[in-house]
């Protein structure tokens, strides 16, 4: 299956379309891999307590 996948792609160019699902698709899968493996989000949120300053 994953064969048949590549060699379509190489035959006709993907879309910009399918391009975006994909990167959409990878980028999910990343937030679950770190999210499963209990590691902090990539976003820098101020923890209660911290003298940090919101803009």
Known sequence: MALA???DLRVAPASVED???LETDVLAGFV???AAAG???LVDTPR???RAVSK
Do not use: H, M, Y
């Open 5 to 7: 996948v590549v060699k």
């Open 19 to 21: 391009l975006e699902a």
């Open 32 to 34: 679950l891999a770190r």
């Open 39 to 41: 590691l902090p989000k």
């Open 48 to 50: 209660p307590g911290s």
